[in-house]
């Protein structure tokens, strides 16, 4: 990863940094150092080049957040933008999967390990419990998703970020979580894509915000017991004996437990009505808190995401017991309103996608760009209160 150009995310991200250490880049304020002052300069220099830019296509949308979705103690905030964006060039990992043009393997199994533009090759070192291997080999983009669970191979795996796998590219270092505390025995030759779930916010998040694996574990088996725990006894005790959050998840009790939600014909209701407001994204609120947003690029890939992010909330919503008011608009859309930080953290793969991590008061927000050509645009945003 490198930094691709300064532009509005690193020049904001410039100013908070040094907001934090109690200077400003306000006129008028004097600098205490003469490297204060060539900081200012130099990003006074690049910003009078780079207002164009800023006002380019991957400038934020404007969001508009409409009344809820309700379903239980779950509500579903849909989202609105002044600006939606093409995204007929990327397919999905359940696409991709299903067509058979990605394919994922354990590491080790597979020689010469590039990413995306490099040549250099990654030592082969056997299977290991945060890497696994993909290929592309369809001629449209790769879109992954942070949350999104891979099954299969020794382990059933998360995907640690969002990011973007180039048209024909392979093989890719694809950096993953175990969501399968326990097991290191493979138990299917090949991979696939979970394409009923995607792991719940609350195991998405340490994967997202923290990347850390024994944090990813933890929240796992207190999602596991939780779900166990809001199971009457006789559904309880036909849970799968396993630490896998597919496997408890795929199993008859708990597909009852969500279906208590509306199943699959509120999931098309649902969706039916995110398409019919043209939404590109949601605020979801669970027991009256406001906690997590999902926004795209446009409603087609917010529906086709639906079914997975339906149930990673379902599944949030069931195995959380806070208890509050009902949550109201004007609070969703404050929590939509504020997406900068008092620090960003921007990762690139030059000319294929930036990734920036902003971090606020109480919550974090990861913002995927694609970098590829004809695109330039914000693809997807998730927002998480911490």
């Avoid at 006074?44 to 164009?52: D, E, F, G, K, M």
């Avoid at 640690?160 to 993953?176: A, F």
């Avoid at 008011?325 to 930036?354: C, F, K, N």
């Amino acid at each position: 990863m490198g930094v691709l150009q300064l532009n509005r995310h690193e020049l904001r991200g410039v100013r908070q940094v040094r907001e934090e250490h109690g200077q400003s880049l306000r006129p008028g304020v004097a600098l205490n150092n003469w490297m204060s002052r060539l900081m200012v300069l130099a990003a006074i220099s690049v910003l009078s080049t780079a207002v164009t830019a800023a006002a380019g296509p991957d400038q934020q949308p404007a969001f508009k957040v409409l009344p809820p979705i309700v379903r239980g103690n779950l509500a579903v905030f849909p989202v609105v933008a002044d600006r939606s964006y093409d995204t007929a060039q990327f397919i999905t990992l359940d696409e991709g999967v299903r067509s058979g043009q990605v394919t994922i393997t354990e590491a080790g199994e597979e020689p010469g390990l590039v990413r995306p533009g490099h040549t250099m090759s990654i030592r082969q070192q056997g299977a290991e419990v945060n890497r696994l291997v993909l290929f592309n080999n369809s001629p449209h983009a790769l879109l992954l998703l942070a949350g999104e669970i891979v099954t299969g191979g020794k382990q059933d795996r998360v995907i640690g970020s969002d990011h973007i796998v180039p048209p024909s590219t392979g093989p890719i270092d694809l950096g993953v979580f175990c969501v399968e505390p326990g097991r290191w025995v493979a138990s299917s030759d090949k991979f696939g894509s979970m394409g009923a779930q995607m792991a719940q916010p609350s195991v998405r998040m340490p994967a997202l915000a923290e990347r850390n694996q024994s944090q990813v574990w933890a929240n796992v088996r207190s999602s596991n017991a939780k779900m166990e725990g809001s199971l009457a006894a006789p559904e309880a005790a036909g849970l799968p004996p396993t630490t896998s959050y597919a496997k408890v998840f795929e199993s008859a009790p708990v597909a009852r437990r969500v279906a208590s939600y509306g199943g699959n014909e509120s999931e098309q209701e649902i969706v039916h009505e995110l398409r019919s407001k043209g939404a590109v994204g949601v605020v979801v609120a669970i027991n009256g808190r406001v906690l997590w947003a999902d926004l795209f690029a446009n409603t087609e890939l917010l529906a086709k995401y639906w079914p997975k992010l339906m149930r990673s909330y379902v599944a949030e919503a069931i195995t959380n017991s806070d208890k509050g008011p009902a949550a109201e608009v004007h609070e969703a859309q404050l929590y939509i309103d504020s997406l900068s930080g008092g620090r960003e953290i921007v990762e690139t793969e030059a000319s294929v996608y930036r990734r920036t991590d902003v971090t606020g008061e109480g919550y974090r927000v990861f913002e995927l760009v694609s970098l590829l050509p004809k695109t330039g645009f914000i693809v997807h945003i998730t927002k998480m209160r911490q």
